[in-house]
């Protein structure tokens, strides 16, 4: 029996961490404990050729689905769906899901425990690209509790310390209590519509949606703001993001916070844009102010840091501000605009949106390339401390030039990737002149970009140009398989940066999935 | 007329109202995790309550609520597990003893 191409990539990494215990016990016989990390590597880099093959289909033929069973006629079913948008996610997920093993190889290996380890990184990276091939919301939910339970454990995987114990409780209580929330809100659209597929509750909202009580509706859509809000780390529900972040190992950290939280944005914007028409219902709105209140909060919370890795987790709720922003005015140029110029309307949107695609991907390998650093960093001080950690960046020549990459990336100067797509959320915010409220939250924006940026130049400032402590006088560069992956993220980040074009048309299609049809 | 799948529905916001207040006024991590359990009850009954509305049992209803039942447990797998950790480490199950971490 041929395996559907859709499940491919999943398939992979489900099937080796079902065996990666064998593979470890056999290893383990063998002297050659090292051969679980080459299956694991091995196993991301055969989900991502599944899913760049994946990708070439989906260009050619267009979304491809597979339906396990269905509930009937015409229900739907469970069923796996992957289009533009969904592969674009997953894409992101495997990329930074291989790069992260690729780094564990050396950076874990003063831990015992591997075997799950790894076999918990494969199950998350499923569960990720699970979440983003949903076609359904029953579908959705049991990806995502995979991916959650599974960085629940990895947050906590240095059990013997007490800070990853407190902060992955924290993490547990408050990202259960969002998914709860997130299903209560599906239950009730269950039992609106009598079904949880997307298309066919799409169906539903078109035809039947203006007839149903408004209030419901709005309460739905609230139930799936907050609750894949809390994932997505959106401020006021971000408070265990800064402590799961840093608790977390580096590789973990990365994990988090490249790929975990943006499984929060992919599920809010399909949970909303696929189902609810976004020129009739105004979430746009909400999503706007939330984004931009998250950016403000957390960028001065950002200054106020002493730990690097704490730092770099509110910079990354930053970063999420700005993907809800512009998700937000892409929303809110649909609802007000599309009555009266229905093809400028569609163009801002697809702008915001295609910009807020462009920096999830942008904030993926920016922040997944500071995180590996600031791992390579700590292996080799043993400390998370700006102030010791200062200047260190002269003695690790790779790490410190990768990590000063990062940093520019995400603080917006212009060759380099996160310049493009904060610019595109920006002038998307600027492009319709006579609407005051869209400018002063692009005004927002802009305050803060530069505001972010001093203190990302502040922090480069002290790792790279200071004079070393002598604390860290011996410090080394970290091992190659640990340098390896952060390069290949600078470079991504260069590369990106100079030729935007390839990722924007990406970005755009997805985007015209997203948003198809209304 | 209030029909039966009403008062379920009813039932079973009443019972999320309940585990949430549980989660935020209790100050021991199990009753936490309790709390927890019992806002996925009041969700599954929502399904089951929905479910029947027709008269029929609907399969959607109850495959979700059964997968739904499962994902439960294993949360409150771990959930338990890092209480044992964080007993180990602190000595208490009182949630205001863990509050080593800055905001």
Same mark, same amino acid.
């Given at each position: ?36 990390? !080459? ?33 009937? /006629? ?89 800070? /990853? ?6 993490? #547990? ?29 799409? @169906? ?31 401020? /006021? ?166 990590? @000063? ?62 004079? /070393? ?11 190659? @398989? ?11 980040? !260069? ?15 997805? @985007? ?7 | 007329?209030?029909? #039966? ?72 797998? !771990?959930?338990?597990?890092? !209480? ?20």
């Amino acid at each position: 029996m041929e395996i559907p191409i859709v499940l491919q990539p999943i398939l992979v990494l489900l099937a080796t961490a079902g065996i990666m215990p064998i593979i470890a016990a056999l290893a383990r016989a063998a002297k050659a404990e090292k051969a679980r990390d !080459v299956v694991a590597i091995a196993a991301f880099a055969a989900s991502m050729y599944s899913l760049v093959q994946l990708y070439q289909k989906i260009m050619a033929d267009g979304a491809q689905r597979y339906v396990f069973a269905t509930f009937g /006629p015409d229900r739907g079913g469970v069923e796996i769906y992957a289009d533009m948008y969904g592969v674009y996610f997953g894409m992101i997920f495997c990329g930074i899901g291989l790069m992260v093993a690729i780094y564990s190889f050396r950076y874990m290996e003063v831990d015992t425990g591997l075997d799950r380890y790894y076999a918990l990184l494969l199950i998350l990276v499923a569960g990720l690209i699970g979440v983003a091939f949903s076609g359904d919301f029953f579908n959705l939910f049991v990806f995502w509790e995979m991916m959650c339970i599974s960085s629940y454990t990895l947050v906590t995987f240095r059990k013997y310390r007490w800070e /990853p114990v407190e902060a992955g409780f924290k993490y #547990l209580v408050m990202s259960t209590l969002g998914s709860l929330l997130a299903l209560y809100g599906m239950s009730m659209l269950y039992g609106m519509a009598g079904n949880l597929n997307f298309a066919a509750l799409r @169906t539903f909202m078109v035809a039947e949606g203006a007839k149903a009580n408004p209030f419901m509706l709005y309460f739905i859509m609230g139930t799936i703001i907050a609750g894949f809000g809390v994932t997505a780390a959106m401020v /006021p529900l971000h408070t265990w993001l800064p402590d799961a972040h840093p608790a977390a190992p580096s590789s973990i950290s990365a994990m988090l916070s490249g790929v975990v939280i943006k499984a929060g944005i992919y599920s809010m914007s399909r949970g909303l844009f696929a189902i609810f028409n976004p020129s009739v219902f105004d979430y746009g709105t909400v999503l706007m102010i939330f984004g931009v209140v998250t950016i403000t909060v957390a960028n001065i919370m950002a200054l106020m840091q002493r730990d690097v890795k704490r730092l770099l987790a509110y910079s990354s709720i930053v970063n999420i501000g700005y993907i809800l922003t512009g998700l937000g005015i892409g929303g809110y140029a649909l609802v007000h605009y599309s009555a009266a110029a229905p093809e400028a309307a569609m163009s801002v949107a697809i702008f915001a949106i295609g910009g807020a695609l462009f920096h999830t991907f942008n904030h993926a390998i920016g922040k997944g390339l500071l995180f590996l650093c600031s791992g390579c960093f700590v292996h080799e001080a043993g400390t998370r401390d700006i102030a010791e950690l200062e200047g260190i960046g002269k003695k690790m020549i790779f790490s410190g030039t990768s990590f @000063t990459i990062g940093l520019l990336a995400l603080a917006g100067i212009p060759p380099l990737s996160g310049f493009w797509s904060k610019l595109f959320i920006i002038l998307a915010g600027f492009s319709i002149p006579d609407d005051g409220f869209l400018k002063l939250i692009s005004i927002i924006m802009v305050v803060n970009s530069v505001f972010a940026a001093s203190y990302y130049l502040w922090l480069l400032q002290r790792i790279m140009l200071k004079t /070393p402590k002598s604390t860290i006088e011996r410090v080394r560069e970290a091992p190659f @398989t640990m340098v390896l992956p952060v390069v290949l993220l600078a470079i991504a980040c !260069v590369v990106v940066g100079v030729f935007p074009g390839p990722i924007i048309r990406v970005a755009t299609e997805a @985007t015209k999935v997203l948003l198809g049809g209304w | 007329m209030i029909e #039966l799948w009403q008062i379920y529905v009813t039932g079973a916001a009443a019972l999320a109202i309940v585990g949430v207040y549980c989660v935020a006024s209790r100050r021991n991590m199990i009753r936490t995790v309790i709390g927890i359990e019992i806002i996925t009850a009041a969700i599954n009954l929502n399904f089951i309550a929905f479910g029947s509305r027709t008269g029929q049992v609907d399969s959607l209803a109850q495959s979700i609520v059964f997968t739904s039942i499962v994902i439960g447990a294993s949360i409150a797998a !771990v959930a338990l597990s890092i !209480v044992i950790n964080a007993y180990r480490h602190y000595g208490t199950l009182d949630l205001r003893k863990l509050s080593r971490l800055r905001w």
